[in-house]
């Protein structure tokens, strides 16, 4: 069984900066996708970005684009999703998620794993 745990959330103010990581454990093969989703009160669970086993297939939300990077270090078991020019509408539980496939995806059905969840709030 694959366990996810987040870290990094916090409070910052707009403009500001911060580094989300989730680490996995359990066994994960070569075709094991993560991705982050986020989810604001009173708001459904959303897309935010995604990543392949290499590294080389990412996606993200278009919301998000050229603010937000993701990234992983298999060594580590561990994704991370830089975030840059954080915004007020930012703010959100931010989940890990993973799953076993071939192709990106970007609906939260078809993750498998979760995380617990870390809050991140951007003041304004």
């Known amino acids: 069984q694959v366990q996810l745990v987040e870290s990094g959330g916090g409070l910052v103010q707009a403009g500001g900066s911060l580094r989300l990581s989730c680490a996995a454990s359990?066994?994960?093969?070569?075709?094991?996708?993560m991705g982050w989703f986020r989810q604001a009160p009173e708001r459904e669970r959303e897309f935010v970005a995604t990543?392949?086993?290499?590294?080389?297939?990412?996606d993200y939300a278009d919301s998000v684009k050229g603010r937000f990077t993701i990234s992983r270090d298999n060594a580590k078991n561990t994704v991370y999703l830089q975030m840059n020019s954080l915004k007020p509408d930012d703010t959100a539980v931010y989940y890990c998620?993973?799953?076993?496939?071939?192709?990106?995806?970007?609906?939260?059905?078809?993750?498998?794993?979760w995380g617990q969840g870390t809050q991140v709030t951007v003041s304004s």
């Open positions: 990543i392949n086993w290499s590294g080389r297939l990412k």
């Open positions: 359990g066994r994960t093969s070569s075709n094991y996708y």
């Open positions: 998620a993973g799953r076993e496939g071939s192709t990106i995806a970007t609906m939260s059905s078809v993750y498998r794993h």
